[in-house]
């Protein structure tokens, strides 16, 4: 079959990303199909891009990768939704061919993305293994039910989505192939220079409003150090525009010891360029700090959320203020900057709570923060749960917009402080590197802000 492979994300806000997990579909389907990218990140209008790649190629199947059902910023719930329903009406005008969906944003609710998205075929979490047996049902005629987390619509009945169990094990990430990184566009690492790379899948925290786990599984599986580290190289030989890696584990410090082998692995092999990921407060020490710090790690961005014990309880975080506040201690004493994202607004809490952690926050004093206020996904289908929520948002917003000069270093995305078009494309023509949050505060500020604590 001749696949063409859609990647539909366009978020470019801080930075766009490769679109990793798509590379990794298309490296782990046969070679007896022929595989074809079409990535519409930077094409000035999507649907006309998507419309000639279809007609120019003639695909027997259009898989189409969704990435976000939200923006970045929390913004754009239904703008991205109308996209992807227009992308998906595009190939129905302009060809045959079955639409299949994946990628994270559909694997958060694929029934009602299915219903309404209008695509034929839909994989929810890992598509490595699923995406191949679809392709074989379909030249073969066979059924589907056999082909775990499978959403497609009943033969007799179109308009009803039939749904096939997950399967009861998850894949060994060691034994998948590894992205070819050649093909995706160039201005990935031109413009940016970032890539990213996955030590493990699966998470065992139970965060009240993640979706990590229902998009990975709860199931930790973790790749050997050495295979990572060989990815890392190998990316830097196809690419020698990289000049930053971010690993995109859900959490990378868990488990502590599966982080420390990596950076171990690194240091051995006398890596050198920076990197970052997204770190918890639980099993960090001072021991991982240190050798992050000896590997190149030039950033952690930790999910803190909130100032308030009992908020944080109520979120099912694991840890208290009294853990983020030892993570921030241990990051000051290894050099390593800390970003700790807050999320007001969540369910339960009130505006006293997100005003407590806003003080909190400006005790903790981190190298940098950002605060978001909080929208759910299925906000994107029922606007009247949207509407309920607005009053406490607007709240919120004014809360923040009333404290944001006193506080430089704290990005605020929703309110595009710290966070536009404009600031990014001045400290990428400064020739600033890796997440842009690690250089809000000025070299000079970053030299007395370590040497203060």
């Known amino acids: 079959m001749k696949i063409l492979y ?20 298309m490296a782990n389907t046969p070679d007896n199909h022929e595989r074809l990218l079409t990535d519409l990140c930077f094409e000035p209008d999507a649907r006309s891009a998507l419309e000639l790649s279809i007609r120019s190629n003639q695909p027997d199947l259009i898989a189409i990768s969704m990435r976000n059902i939200q923006n970045n910023d929390y ?38 993305l299915m219903n309404r998205l209008q695509a034929d075929y839909g994989i929810s979490g890992e598509g490595e293994r ?47 192939s590894v992205p070819n ?10 413009n940016y220079g970032t890539d990213s790379i996955q030590t493990k899948r699966g998470c065992p925290l139970r965060c009240d409003y993640c979706t990590y786990p229902i998009i990975e599984g709860r199931k930790g599986r973790l790749r050997t150090a050495e295979s990572v580290v060989d990815e890392m190289f190998m ?25 420390k082998k990596v950076c171990a692995e690194l240091i051995a092999r006398h890596w050198n360029v920076p990197w970052s990921c997204y770190a918890n407060p639980l099993g960090f020490d001072q021991e991982f700090a240190d050798l992050a710090a000896e590997a ?32 921030n201690r241990i990051c000051e004493q290894a050099g ?29 004093d981190p190298f940098s923060a950002i605060i978001m206020v909080w929208t759910d996904d299925y906000e994107s289908l029922h606007p009247e749960l949207r509407e309920q929520r607005l009053g406490l948002r607007t709240q919120i917003e004014s809360l923040l917009l009333n404290i944001k000069d006193n506080h430089p270093q704290w990005s605020m995305p929703g309110l595009g402080i710290n966070f536009s078009e404009a600031l990014f494309t ?19 500020a970053r030299q007395r802000y370590f040497a203060a604590n």
């Open 181 to 190: 990184r050649s093909i995706a566009d160039p201005r990935y690492f031109s």
């Open 6 to 25: 859609v990647s539909g994300n366009r978020e470019k806000l801080p930075e766009a990303v490769i679109p990793l997990g798509l590379l990794y579909v």
């Open 426 to 444: 001045s400290m990428r023509k400064a020739n600033l590197h890796g997440p842009l949050w690690q250089h809000i505060r000025s070299p000079r």
């Open 75 to 112: 913004t754009g719930l239904s703008d991205n939704l109308d996209y992807y329903a227009g992308l998906v009406e595009v190939c129905k005008k302009n060809s045959a061919a079955p639409v299949v969906l994946g990628g994270a944003g559909f694997s958060v609710m694929p029934l009602e």
């Open 130 to 176: 699923a995406f191949p047996k679809l392709l074989a049902a379909i030249e073969a005629d066979e059924g589907f039910e056999n082909i775990g987390a499978l959403y497609y619509r009943d033969r007799n009945n179109p308009q009803q989505v039939q749904q096939v169990p997950a399967p009861p094990d998850f894949l060994n990430m060691d034994t998948l």
């Open 235 to 259: 990316s830097m030989d196809q690419n020698p525009d990289i000049n930053h890696f971010f690993i995109v584990d859900s959490v990378f410090n868990l488990p502590k010891s599966h982080a």
């Open 296 to 327: 190149c790690c030039a950033g952690m961005e930790i999910g803190s959320d909130s100032g308030v014990d009992a908020v944080l309880k109520n979120l099912h975080k694991g840890f208290t203020t009294e853990h983020i506040r030892k993570l």
């Open 336 to 364: 390593i900057p800390d970003c700790h994202t807050f999320i007001l607004g969540t369910e339960g809490e009130s505006l006293a709570d997100s005003e407590a952690t806003l003080e909190f926050l400006s005790d903790l």
